[in-house]
């Protein structure tokens, strides 16, 4: 697709808080801030021309590779708030985009991330095909505390649960989407963590694409600053996570 008319490098999205993405203290879910984010990305890039239909002509879409939220508060049911996105980094096979999401001027969450070009039809990272140099980058501009990591995988499990991927899992790329793992480690947290509001961050590593009716692992390690999570088929470790509490 051509570049939209009204591009710009930094983009800001206003979305309505529906009270079917929101959870029972009419806040919205983590797993549907995670696709808010998801979404505005997906627009930007359709606007500068690096979207999804665009990335196909050579085989090639955006994959999240890692992720750092960072929470002060959750928008509440009804509200209006804007999601605003811009690239720090964009070179070669991986773009580093980050967010921000305010209310009447207040900045209510805001998150880093790391993304690669995915060969769709070899499955492996790719070099983009696209010119982006008219994409402006904003290497000084950071909206996190703290940058992205490589986090821990090798932590003794308390708790391991097993999970066969379902059709409603996947998404576009057919593979399992990135919400999804959030939402399987979510689901085995203590309903009081999440109703309580606890999560000050999480942090979110993918590491390898699972796809239809693999079966997994979900291990959860307990410590004094939150919960690892770990997600691996076949002894291979598909996904890390930490929710610092």
Known sequence: MPISENFKSIHTKKWEIFFSQCDPTAQLKLTQLANLFQLTASEHATKGGLGFEDLQKDN???VMNRIRIEIDELPFWNDIVEVETWIEILKGAKSIRDFSILKNDKKLVNATSLWAVFNTNKRRPDILQIDSSHI???PDR???????SILEK???ADLKTNYKVKFSDLDIVNHVNNTKYLEWCLDTIEPEVLLNHQIK????NFLKELNLFDEIEIHQQKNKNGILFRIQHEDKINFLCNIEL
């Open 201 to 204: 961050a999480i942090e979110m």
């Open 60 to 62: 090639q879409s955006w």
């Open 154 to 156: 090798d932590f003794e």
């Open 142 to 148: 950071k909206p996190t505390k703290q940058e992205i």
């Open 136 to 138: 402006e980058r904003f």
